[in-house]
Every structure is written in structure tokens, then in C-alpha cells.
């Protein structure tokens, strides 16, 4: 298998695959134990970090704590996503995923006692950091599964694309889940029950046949840097950075409205609209995706969703930032399958579960920052600020990742000129 030469996947996928390609990929014989399994190790994955915010803010009445906090999650996993991608690269999805299950399960464990105990932030944002960095990154092992397991072709295409679909679903529905379970009795009861479901997915995962019949693949170069020594593979990690930066504004703006309109618990509730349009539109988009060299789409959709992120701004009641979600969500699923699909064209041979996991790191610092800033944004200038700021910086990361292309036109080091876009080629789908 080499990675280099399977260009834009999603882009051939949206002319050939069709749903009984869906069905047939995720009823490979393979893929079905991994595929279950996952759906419960990747659910929580957006729920973790956004009901431990939730968690301290109830316990500490301050957004610039909670935001703090979870930021400092959120750069764990960040950190985590890259260590663990680059372990089962090398060594097998199994083991890693095994270790570090156990240790997220003492980590978040710690975290509820610190919270409770009502310590400083100085000392929970260390815990919290904790349990980011040992979220066990099952998304990651089951993307690179795809590859190694599926030959190219529209099962292998459904396949990538169900990973990333499924994956901003999970995105979305987390934060909604969160703020459904933060209204009960007990505000850590969320933390708790996307923890609990998290280690037991990771641990089904981990212990599935296909999984640990899973072997390293020979890695083509790379040193220290890894999949991050592709230009393209930079690039790709930097259109995601400013997807997540200005979902992180967004995700502490929402529910601070709704707190400020009294309904702390609808703000969980709004978020999740953008799954509706999120998913609408990314099945539509992805019968035609605009523009088609993935090259260009990177930017133009980075930056068509941080001009919709303005529209938060604009509402003065809970029922128009409902309706203003609905729209802005309309273009995070056609950036997530695109981030996924990019890989297939820019990382070297061997590296796919630490490049997924590049995605995941830069997505998560994304949010990291934004979240952190928001809170500080939310209490000094209000949430129609913070909708702003999501929508500004989101733009400046556009205009970098359109003058940095040019890398993923090129696709992974080590790939002939020309060599890695022959299927855009051949289907006259290559731009300027």
C-alpha cells in the first residue's frame, strides 16, 4: 500500500461509492467487532472535554476557570493524540491502547476527587492535562484500520469516509450529551458517564481480533517529525487548527447565551443543532464537493465557515442563535471529511494513525485556544465578542492555508511530481 498515491479520496468516492458500499464496508467481516467497538470508544471523545468545563464551572462559578481547565485537557489530548498515534505505527494498535486505557481510567478518577475537594485551579488544570493526554485515541487506530485492511476501492472509500462523518458527528452530539447530563442532580454526572463509556469502547476495541492482528507497517522517512515532515501534511494539520479555534469560541459562547438568557441547560441542546445541518449537508456536499482539487477546498471551506461564524454574533434571542447554528453547522462535515481525505494524498507511507492523529492534535489545540480565550472574551466583553473572534481568527488561518496549497497539491515527500494527483487528473478535476 502506498498512502501517497491515493489521492482525494472523497472526491473519487462522491462518483463511484454508493450506499450499499456503506453497508458492505462496515459489514466487512474485519471491520465489524472494531466498528462497534468504536462507537462506543469514540463517542465521548468531544463529550470529555466539554462536560469536565461544564463539571468546574458549576463547581467554581467561573467561565475563565472552567475554560482554563479545559483547555488544559484539550492540550493533553492534543499532546496524547500524537504519542499514541506514532506507539501503534510502530508497535500495533493493541498494547498502547490497552496502557493507556488504564491510565486515562486513574487519571479522570482524580480529576472527579480534585473537583469535589474544590482545589485550585493550579492544581486541577495538571489533572486535567492528565486525562487528555491519556484519552485513549481509538479513532485514530480505526482510521488507520481502513487502510490496512480494506483494499483501495469504494468499500475502502466508504469506509474513510464513514470514519470521518461518524467522527464530527461524535463532535457534535458530545457537547449536546454533556449538556443534557450536567443538568442532573449531580453535575460531574456527565464526566463520569463519558469516562465510563470511553474505557469500555477502548477496551472492546483494543481486545477485537482485528485489531490485535494488527501489525506496524514500514515507515518511509519522516525522523522526529514523523507524518508531520510532509509541507502538505503541515498544512493540512494548520486548515484544522483553525476549524477547531473557532468551534472552541463558539463552544463556550453558546452556553454562556444561554446562561445569560436563563436556560443553563439549553446551551448543550443549541450546539447539537449543527449536527442536523452538519450531517444534511455533508451527504448533499459530498455527492459534489466545491472546489474539487483538495487543495483549494481546504482553504475555501475553512474560510466559508468562519464567515457563517459571524452570523452568532448577530442574534438577540435564543431561537435566532438556533437558527444561525443550524447554518453555520452546514460546513463542518465537508471540512472533516476533507482533513481525512487529505491524508490519504500528503502523509508518508506507514504513518497513517499518527497522521490522523496530527488531525486530532491540531483540532484539539484549536479548541484548547479558543475555549481558553472565550472564557476570558465571554466575562470581559460578552458573547456576541467571542462569536467575532471565532469568526476573525478562523479567516487569518484560511488566508495562510491558501498561500501554503502549493504543499498539498505536491502530496507526501518522496512521491515522482505529477505522481500524486493522477486520479484528479485523469478526471479533469485539477485547479489553479
Known amino acids: 500500500m502506498v498512502l501517497a498515491y491515493q489521492v482525494c479520496i472523497l ?6 461509492a454508493r450506499l450499499s458500499d456503506y453497508r458492505a464496508a462496515l459489514t466487512t467481516p474485519a471491520m465489524r467487532g472494531p466498528v462497534v467497538a468504536g462507537l462506543f470508544a469514540r463517542l465521548p471523545i468531544a463529550m470529555i472535554g466539554f462536560a469536565l468545563l461544564l463539571y468546574v464551572q458549576r463547581a467554581s462559578g467561573s467561565y475563565g476557570t472552567a475554560g482554563l481547565v479545559s483547555a488544559s485537557a484539550l492540550i493533553g489530548v492534543a499532546l496524547g493524540a500524537i504519542a499514541q498515534g506514532r506507539l501503534m505505527d510502530r508497535f500495533g494498535p493493541s498494547r498502547p491502547l490497552l496502557a493507556v486505557t488504564a491510565l486515562f481510567a486513574l487519571a479522570a478518577t482524580g480529576a472527579v476527587v480534585a473537583v469535589e475537594s474544590g482545589v485550585a485551579v493550579v492544581v486541577l488544570a495538571p489533572l486535567a492535562f492528565a486525562v487528555g493526554f491519556t484519552e485513549p485515541m481509538a479513532g485514530s487506530a480505526s482510521r488507520a484500520l481502513w487502510t490496512s485492511i480494506v483494499p483501495a476501492g469504494p468499500l475502502r472509500d466508504a469506509g474513510i469516509a464513514y470514519e470521518a462523518i461518524s467522527m464530527e458527528v461524535f463532535f457534535i452530539l458530545g457537547p449536546g450529551l454533556a449538556g443534557v447530563l450536567v443538568t442532573a442532580a449531580w453535575p460531574g454526572t456527565g464526566f463520569v458517564v463519558g469516562a465510563a463509556m470511553m474505557v469500555v469502547g477502548a477496551l472492546w476495541f483494543a481486545c477485537t481480533p482485528t485489531v490485535r ?3 506496524p507497517e514500514p515507515v518511509q522517512g519522516g525522523g522526529p517529525l514523523g507524518a508531520l515532515a510532509s509541507p502538505g501534511m503541515r498544512t493540512v494539520a494548520l486548515a484544522a487548527l483553525g476549524f477547531g479555534l473557532s468551534i472552541g469560541f463558539i463552544e463556550v459562547a453558546v452556553p454562556a447565551a444561554a446562561d445569560a438568557a436563563g436556560h443553563k441547560g439549553v446551551g448543550g441542546l443549541l450546539l447539537s443543532l449543527w449536527s442536523v445541518s452538519s450531517v444534511l449537508f455533508g451527504v448533499l456536499y459530498s455527492l459534489r464537493p466545491l472546489p474539487r482539487p483538495m487543495h483549494l477546498r481546504l482553504p475555501v471551506l475553512l474560510g466559508g465557515f468562519s464567515l457563517l461564524a459571524a452570523l452568532l454574533a448577530i442574534p438577540t434571542t435564543l431561537v435566532g442563535l438556533a437558527v444561525a447554528l443550524f447554518v453555520v453547522g452546514s460546513l463542518i462535515t465537508p471540512q472533516s471529511t476533507a482533513h481525512s481525505a487529505a491524508i ?10 499518527e497522521a490522523f492523529g496530527w488531525v486530532v ?6 479548541l484548547a485556544a479558543g475555549q481558553g480565550l472565550a472564557g476570558q472574551i465571554v466575562e470581559a466583553r460578552g458573547t456576541s465578542t467571542a462569536f467575532l473572534a471565532a469568526a476573525a481568527s478562523g479567516l487569518a488561518v484560511a488566508v495562510v492555508v491558501w498561500l501554503l496549497r502549493g504543499t498539498v497539491a505536491a502530496g507526501a515527500p518522496g512521491v515522482p511530481a505529477g505522481a500524486a494527483v493522477p486520479q484528479e487528473e485523469e478526471a479533469g478535476l485539477v485547479g489553479r
Open 11 to 16: 472526491a473519487r468516492m462522491s462518483h463511484s
Open 213 to 215: 492482528g494488527r501489525r
Open 344 to 353: 490519504e494524498q500528503v502523509a508518508p507511507e506507514g504513518t497513517a494513525a
Open 361 to 366: 492534535t491540531a483540532v484539539t489545540l484549536g
